[in-house]
């Protein structure tokens, strides 16, 4: 059986194996949109911050490490590179902040979002440089140069699987959502019956501008 989803009238919802759906919609304003998408925003910051953290946190205890003195020029460049990288991560998505306290009640929210997703966005592909860079210098002083190089290739394929191919595959397949169960209600003799049916489901397609 064929699990294609189609919507031949353009009505809002779509078979599936023989399933009806209904399309995602919000229904909310275009305030109410960029208060949901700051949420989400900060949501994101506070997942990124935190490993931001673990990793800059354990550079900054190398230098304080007895074996910190033997590395090599190489080792020694790539470490002072990742603690550049991992402040700069953090600079970036501690960045939202000041923008919001300078935005505050100037009702340009929408800025404010646009800032935060840049950060958001830019903080994730320097996350990425700090996890393979850390993994080099981690395999090149306890295994060797070539293992580093190794597993810094393997680790960055892996990021950018994660980071990229795989939303994008996501942002391909759309899942929506199934319409709720009918429901059956008794009323009372003293109790009206409403002029819809509560088994009936009214799908309404309503687009607020720029949706995500």
């Known amino acids: 059986m064929s699990s294609d989803i189609t919507d031949p009238d353009g009505q809002g919802e779509v078979d599936r194996n023989g399933v009806r759906y209904a399309l995602y919609h919000r229904r909310e304003t275009y305030a109410e949109k960029l208060d949901r998408n700051w949420a989400e925003i900060l949501q994101e910051l506070r997942i990124l911050q935190t490993g931001l953290q673990l990793i800059a946190g354990f550079l900054l205890t190398l230098p304080f490490q007895n074996r910190f003195s033997v590395l090599d020029p190489y080792e020694k460049t790539l470490y002072l590179a990742l603690v550049i990288i991992a402040a700069t991560a953090l600079s970036v998505v501690l960045m939202p902040l000041a923008v919001h306290r300078r935005l505050f009640r100037r ?7 646009t800032s935060g997703a840049w950060a958001a966005k830019v903080g994730l592909g320097l ?65 009206p019956a409403p002029d819809q049916p509560h088994g009936d489901v009214i799908v309404e397609a309503k687009e607020s501008p720029q949706d995500d």
Request: glycine fraction near 6%.
């Open 107 to 113: 009702q340009v929210k929408n800025r404010l979002v």
């Open 127 to 191: 996350a990425a440089l700090l996890i393979v860079g850390t993994a080099a210098l981690i395999f090149d002083v306890v295994l060797g140069r070539i293992e580093s190089w190794i597993v810094a290739g393997a680790l960055a394929a892996l990021c950018v699987v994660m980071f990229l191919a795989v939303p994008a595959v996501v942002v391909r397949t759309p899942e929506p959502a199934l319409l709720p169960e009918p429901e059956d209600i008794s009323h009372g003799p003293d109790q």
